[in-house]
């Protein structure tokens, strides 16, 4: 089992930034890779970035691409996602995930454990 728990989510206006952080506990978190998704009310989860076990491989969404970074440091078992230039459309519910291998994913249904999820509030 790995737990993971998020940090970091609030209220900020738009333009403004925030600092996600996903700590992990119960396994070996280097080798797991992970992702950071979103969810916001009435629509679908969506992932927003993914990174490898090692860190090498990230991935972002369109809709990010620029904005956030997906970072790891596997010394602490943390995996962080640095978001500025915020935007009203980037309020959601974010969730960290891990997923047993080295490659991360874009489909929810291929991670094996999620946080508690974070809320993230962008006004404008």
């Known amino acids: 089992q790995v737990q993971l728990v998020e940090s970091g989510g609030g209220l900020v206006q738009a333009g403004g930034s925030l600092r996600l952080s996903c700590a992990a506990s119960?396994?070996?978190?280097?080798?797991?890779?992970m992702g950071w998704f979103r969810q916001a009310p009435g629509k679908e989860r969506e992932i927003v970035a993914g990174?490898?076990?090692?860190?090498?491989?990230?991935y972002y969404a369109d809709s990010v691409k620029g904005r956030f970074t997906i970072s790891r440091d596997n010394a602490k078992n943390t995996v962080y996602l640095q978001m500025n230039s915020l935007k009203p459309e980037d309020t959601a519910i974010y969730y960290c995930?891990?997923?047993?291998?080295?490659?991360?994913?874009?489909?929810?249904?291929?991670?094996?454990?999620w946080g508690q999820g974070t809320q993230v509030t962008v006004s404008s």
């Open positions: 995930a891990a997923r047993s291998g080295s490659g991360w994913h874009t489909f929810a249904d291929q991670y094996d454990y």
């Open positions: 119960g396994r070996t978190f280097s080798n797991y890779a």
């Open positions: 990174i490898s076990a090692s860190g090498r491989s990230t």
